[in-house]
């Protein structure tokens, strides 16, 4: 049997990671600026975070959720607190993609109704419904494809108006940010219509915070930048676990639960859950959110100044920048030559930067002189 061939691959082969910084089965040093698609939000191999997962292992790794399961009601206390959402419920799953998918159910079930609007340049996973809403036509199988899903231009409230008026919209799916859409920040004004729209008629707002929760920004959920936004549900995933798999849907106490409504095997597992309250344990004791916030105004405003880069966006350590050239070569070559993993977008020219939270300042230092000369080759060639 051979692997199903699914990715175009990076040749480089990681075997050891700490921080920000990762070393191939040849020893040679990398710099994480990607975090494997913002999942490390604490630095690869944490001492906390490892030091968490082993204890808990030599304890118990896994049980169903037919029994009790402490760890759980302290990770959404935990959640709850640093988050800001007290009063909120928590689901706990496996994936960004099965928190959507949880998150739509529950409107569904709620308001009765099957319709959902998502928008342009959204990405909400690779699940049968999360997929519907993604706004990417090579990923959707026939199967997936519905009548009742409304992909609308982002940032364009008139048109989520004009669709929640037929009156069969069950909820709204919108990203914190966007991210696979090359890091767009929707208007503060188009989240808080959102949120009137929905109650006005009777929709659930669920606010995607999978790539952009868990500190990224400068706040604990990229929504958060939008003074008295509170959605229905807050889907996250991601940095959530650091790379130990886990999602989470928030739910707002409006919802009622009931036995067997949602279920999961292996959501909310012991290991899971001790990797995650140490991301949590470790963005306060490192103060990272505000860390976040300081290290990412600092290294937008460098990558302004930058001859050749064209727009800057995001905030915190959650940033796109556009280039006048395709952004392709030029992530090529700061990985080949420089030693340097950043993301792609779904603009050619656009370049996505996610490194962990706590990444040291001459790190980003170094990015931006390592950018500069792959920029200034790139003109010469």
């Known amino acids: 049997m051979k692997l199903f061939d699914v990715y175009p691959l990076i040749n480089v082969t990681p075997v050891k990671a700490a921080g920000s910084k990762i070393w191939d089965d040849q020893g040679t040093e990398y710099l994480d600026l990607y975090g494997g698609h913002a999942v490390i939000s604490i630095g690869h191999s944490h001492p906390h975070y490892t030091k968490r997962i082993k204890e808990q292992l030599d304890n118990i790794a896994f049980y169903s959720n037919s029994?009790?399961?402490?760890?759980?009601?302290?990770?959404?206390?935990?959640?709850?607190?640093v988050s800001g959402y007290t009063d909120y419920d928590l689901f706990l799953c496996n994936s960004g993609a099965e928190a959507n998918e949880n998150a739509l159910k529950l409107a569904s079930f709620d308001t009765g109704k099957k319709g959902f609007i998502s928008f342009t340049k959204g990405f909400h996973g690779r699940t049968a419904g999360a997929v519907a809403l993604t706004d990417n036509p090579k990923i959707i199988a026939p199967f997936n494809e519905h009548e009742h899903v409304h992909i609308l231009p982002f940032n364009d409230i008139d048109a989520v108006e004009k669709q929640l008026a037929k009156g069969d919209i069950a909820g709204i799916i919108v990203e914190g940010i966007q991210g696979v859409g090359g890091i767009q920040?929707?208007?503060?004004?188009?989240?808080l219509g959102l949120s009137k729209l929905a109650k006005q008629?009777?929709?659930?707002?669920?606010?995607?915070?999978?790539?952009?929760?868990?500190?990224?920004?400068?706040?604990?959920f990229a929504h958060q930048w939008v003074e008295g936004l509170k959605?229905?549900?807050?889907?996250?995933?991601?940095?959530?676990?650091?790379?130990?798999?886990?999602?989470?849907v928030l739910i707002s106490p409006e919802f009622k639960a009931s036995h067997g409504l949602l279920g999961t095997t292996f959501g909310g597992n012991h290991l899971a859950c001790a990797a995650a309250l140490a991301v949590l344990e470790v963005i306060e004791?490192?103060?990272?959110?505000?860390?976040?916030?300081?290290?990412?105004?600092?290294?937008?405003?460098a990558l302004e100044a930058i001859e050749g880069v064209t727009e800057v966006r995001g905030k915190g350590l959650m940033i796109g920048f556009d280039l006048d050239i395709e952004a392709a070569p030029v992530r090529a070559a700061l990985i080949k030559e420089h030693k340097i993993f950043t993301g792609s977008s779904a603009g050619k020219h656009t370049i996505r930067l996610l490194p962990p939270l706590n990444i040291e300042s001459k790190a980003l230092t170094l990015f931006i002189q390592k950018l500069k000369t792959v920029l200034t080759t790139n003109k010469v060639q």
Do not use: C, H, W
């Open 185 to 191: 920040v929707p208007n503060a004004e188009f989240l």
């Open 231 to 248: 959605p229905d549900l807050i889907t996250v995933a991601k940095g959530m676990g650091n790379g130990f798999p886990i999602g989470g």
């Open 201 to 220: 008629y009777g929709a659930k707002l669920i606010l995607d915070e999978v790539q952009s929760g868990y500190a990224r920004t400068g706040k604990f």
């Open 67 to 81: 029994v009790q399961i402490p760890i759980q009601k302290e990770l959404a206390t935990k959640l709850g607190e």
């Open 285 to 301: 004791e490192e103060n990272l959110i505000e860390t976040s916030l300081e290290n990412g105004e600092a290294l937008i405003k």
